[in-house]
């Protein structure tokens, strides 16, 4: 059974760092594209970052670039998203999804993608 689990989410004041972690079961992350999303209160869920199948691509929305990273341990079949510098609009709940076909580029489409974590929520505030 494919699992997506996120964590580390929290309050955090402006200016301030977290690192998120999506850990995967059921299958292995590496061959998948994988992507982290985000959703705040009475807004859509948008794109934050992605890694395609293999490396194949990586993707940033505009008000990230710079200060989140997306990196992956294989052997722990775990993604991460580094936040830092974060700001009160980066406040929502943050999700990890991946595609269920191999090798596929990544991208911000959120129905694109077939399997999702339960969110995380990220909170940042004075």
């Known amino acids: 059974q494919v699992q997506l689990v996120e964590s580390g989410g929290g309050l955090v004041q402006p200016g301030g760092s977290l690192r998120l972690s999506c850990a995967a079961s059921?299958?292995?992350?590496?061959?998948?594209?994988i992507g982290w999303f985000r959703q705040a209160p009475g807004k859509e869920r948008g794109g934050v970052s992605c890694l395609g199948g293999h490396d194949s691509n990586t993707y940033y929305a505009d008000s990230v670039k710079g200060r989140f990273t997306m990196s992956t341990d294989n052997a722990k079949n775990t993604v991460y998203l580094q936040m830092s510098d974060l700001q009160p609009e980066d406040t929502a709940v943050y999700y990890c999804?991946?595609?269920?076909?191999?090798?596929?580029?990544?991208?911000?489409?959120?129905?694109?993608?077939?399997?999702w974590g339960q969110g995380t929520q990220v909170t940042v505030s004075s």
């Open positions: 999804a991946a595609h269920r076909t191999k090798d596929l580029d990544c991208s911000d489409y959120v129905q694109s993608y077939d399997y």
């Open positions: 059921g299958f292995t992350l590496y061959p998948y594209g």
